[in-house]
C-alpha cells in the first residue's frame, strides 16, 4: 500500500514560517490527489490543502493566502509552505494521498506556534 513520511514540523513563533514535507516511497499509490490534513486536540483531522493529479490546488479557507502547496514529481515528494503562522495553527500534520488502493496516511508531524 505504501509508505508516507512527514519531516519538518517544529516550534515557531506567530508570524513565523515553516516548511513541511512529506516523502512518499515508490510503492505509494497517489494518482488521485497528495494532501495535508491537520489535528487539533481532542478534535477530528481537519482537511488543509491538496494538489492534484494535474496540478490544481485546494486550500482550506483559513489558510488561504498563507499556505502554498506544491509537489517534487521527480522526488515523489510533496511540500506544504506554511507562511505567517498564527498560534491556532498548532496542531499535528498529517501527509495523505489517494490511489486505486484508497487512502494512505503518514504519521503526523508536530507544528506549534506561540505568541
Known amino acids: 500500500q505504501g509508505r508516507l513520511a512527514e519531516s519538518g514540523g517544529g516550534s515557531v513563533q506567530a508570524g513565523g514560517s515553516l516548511r513541511l514535507s512529506c516523502d512518499a516511497s515508490r510503492d505509494t499509490d497517489c494518482t488521485f490527489d497528495m494532501s495535508w490534513y491537520r489535528q487539533f486536540p481532542g478534535a477530528g483531522r481537519d482537511f488543509v490543502s491538496s494538489?492534484?493529479?494535474?496540478?490544481?490546488?485546494n486550500y482550506a479557507d483559513s489558510v488561504k493566502g498563507r499556505f502554498t502547496i506544491s509537489q517534487d514529481d521527480a522526488k515523489n515528494t510533496m511540500y506544504l509552505q506554511m507562511n505567517s503562522l498564527k498560534p491556532e495553527d498548532t496542531a499535528m500534520y498529517y501527509c495523505?494521498?489517494?490511489?486505486?488502493?484508497?487512502?494512505?496516511w503518514g504519521q503526523g508531524t508536530q507544528v506549534t506556534v506561540s505568541s
Open positions: 495523505s494521498c489517494a490511489g486505486y488502493g484508497g487512502r494512505v
Open positions: 494538489i492534484f493529479s494535474g496540478g490544481n490546488t
